[in-house]
């Protein structure tokens, strides 16, 4: 079992920046795609975006394009997700999920296996 914890998150103005980790515990995610999330109160959770185990590849959804920036570091047991130019949108509470993958460059969708207890986001106007 793996417990993963977010940290980073709280108040920024519109257009500052926030660096938002993911650090696990209990095993490591070497072997696991990774993702983040984001769940506004009343709406469902979102996609934000995912790397591969190797690091080589990576997804975005589109308004968080050119934005953000997902990386990890394999030997910080850690995931990470820098925030730039962000939206009063932006808004959410953020999560960290994992998921086994068998390939080191597949960047995982569909469900996953392991979540973080979340890390608010919130951005002024």
């Known amino acids: 079992q793996v417990q993963l914890v977010e940290s980073g998150g709280g108040l920024v103005q519109a257009g500052g920046s926030l660096r938002l980790s993911c650090t696990a515990a209990g095993r490591t995610i070497y072997t696991y795609g990774m993702g983040w999330f984001r769940q506004v109160p009343g709406k469902e959770r979102e996609f934000v975006a995912a790397?591969?185990?190797?690091?080589?590849?990576?997804n975005y959804e589109d308004s968080v394009k050119g934005r953000f920036s997902i990386s990890r570091d394999r030997s910080k047991n850690s995931v990470y997700l820098q925030m730039n130019s962000l939206k009063p949108e932006d808004t959410a509470i953020y999560y960290c999920?994992?998921?086994?993958?068998?390939?080191?460059?597949?960047?995982?969708?569909?469900?996953?296996?392991?979540w973080g207890q979340g890390t608010q986001v919130t951005v002024s106007s």
């Open positions: 999920a994992g998921k086994e993958v068998l390939t080191s460059d597949y960047v995982p969708s569909g469900e996953y296996d392991y």
């Open positions: 790397i591969s185990r190797s690091g080589r590849s990576t």
